[in-house]
């Protein structure tokens, strides 16, 4: 759904666009004409695969790796995102942990 917008021109990072959910938004913005930079944690193999994906589809794209429970790492990585692309117009924010905790044990730590 274009709406007469478009993302040609704009950059967007994705936090844990390696797989599932931020692969998929990952994928549409670049449809829409943004360049991407794909964040990945762990799932560098993944998050390069996208990024050839991506450039596939006529559209500039990176990965970078961060640890975002490190609010130096996340300085770090959107000062990289910005110099490697010009800019940083778009922040989607879909990295997750998967932990292993009941729900009412829950805390703000785990």
Same mark, same amino acid.
């Given at each position: ?9 704009? =950059? ?6 390696? %797989? #599932?959910? &931020? +692969?998929?938004? $990952?994928?549409?913005? /670049? ?15 993944? =998050? ?6 991506? %450039? #596939?589809? &006529? +559209?500039?794209? $990176?990965?970078?790796? /961060? ?44």
């Amino acid at each position: 759904m274009n709406n007469g917008l478009t993302l040609k021109g704009r =950059a967007a990072l994705v936090t844990g666009a390696a %797989k #599932r959910l &931020g +692969r998929h938004v $990952a994928l549409h913005l /670049a449809g829409e004409g943004a360049d991407i930079a794909v964040h990945y944690g762990k799932s560098e193999t993944e =998050a390069h695969a996208l990024v050839e994906e991506i %450039k #596939r589809q &006529g +559209r500039r794209a $990176a990965a970078f790796s /961060a640890d975002l429970t490190n609010v130096q790492a996340i300085s770090c990585l959107i000062a990289q995102v910005a110099g490697h692309f010009g800019q940083l117009d778009i922040l989607i924010n879909s990295a997750a942990n998967f932990l292993r905790v009941k729900f009412g044990e829950t805390t703000q730590e785990s």
